[in-house]
């Protein structure tokens, strides 16, 4: 099993909808939660960063933490189709220990006009 | 364009040649990350400079995989002898923290 799991998707949406993308995870000590996204042939780019649990908002995005049941989720409302890419979840028990970051195999996302 | 750069972005070799990549980071970023993608995977680290030092090598650098940063400014990556199996997505990565790291566009490595 891998410490991180997430739905490769594809996940087609029509524009104006609200996404979510979900990854869960196994190793209890992971604190530190981000979100990437990937263009095709482009390298990722970092989209939220949250650490511990709850929730963090910025625009359109929303990034949930529930450690309990060792689960996050990244919303998007209002979806565009400039959103159609790759989101990598990645995670880390350790601050600032590069080393332990583990990232998602990632959910292709398309936005349908 | 501040931002990551890597050259070259495509390179088909064969195997058994040596090939090297090279990584400009954003220019007051002391921190500088080498990792690995394949398709359909997420990136897989393999090593992290602190300026000019190796901190950090993953257990995926083998013997043929060959780091550094010498000025701490650019930064190399060389692989020797190369194989089927290294053909992958070589990305780059620096930053000030490492929680927050941005990426180049990466260089993909064909190897026949």
């Known amino acids: 099993q891998k410490e991180v799991e997430q739905d490769p998707g594809p996940l087609s949406v029509p524009e104006g909808a609200i996404v979510s993308l979900n990854c869960t995870y196994s190793?209890?000590?992971?604190?530190?939660f981000m979100w990437y996204r990937q263009y095709s042939r482009k390298g990722p780019e970092l989209l939220m960063y949250t650490y511990s649990s709850g929730n963090k908002e910025d625009g359109r995005f929303t990034a949930q933490v529930d450690k309990s049941s060792k689960y996050i989720s990244l919303f998007i409302r209002d979806s565009q189709p400039s959103d159609s890419a790759t989101y990598l979840c990645?995670?880390?028990?350790?601050?600032?220990?590069?080393?332990?970051?583990?990232f998602g195999s990632g959910t292709r996302l398309s936005i349908r006009p | 364009d501040t931002g990551v750069s890597q050259d070259p972005r495509h390179k088909i070799t064969k195997r058994g040649q040596n090939v090297t990549f090279r990584c400009d980071p954003i220019?007051?970023?002391?921190?500088l990350y080498w990792y690995r993608q394949t398709l359909g995977q997420g990136p897989e680290f393999l090593t992290y400079f602190q300026n000019e030092a190796q901190l950090e090598k993953s257990r995926l650098l083998s013997d043929r995989f060959s780091a550094e940063r010498p000025k701490g400014s650019f930064s190399t990556l060389e692989i020797q002898r190369t194989e089927q199996g290294d053909s992958a997505m070589y990305l780059c990565?620096?930053?000030?923290?490492?929680?927050?790291?941005?990426f180049g566009p990466g260089t993909r490595l064909t190897v026949l």
């Open positions: 990645a995670m880390s028990a350790e601050y600032s220990s590069a080393s332990k970051i583990i």
């Open positions: 190793n209890s000590a992971f604190q530190y």
């Open positions: 990565a620096s930053s000030v923290t490492t929680d927050t790291q941005y």
């Open positions: 220019s007051e970023h002391n921190r």
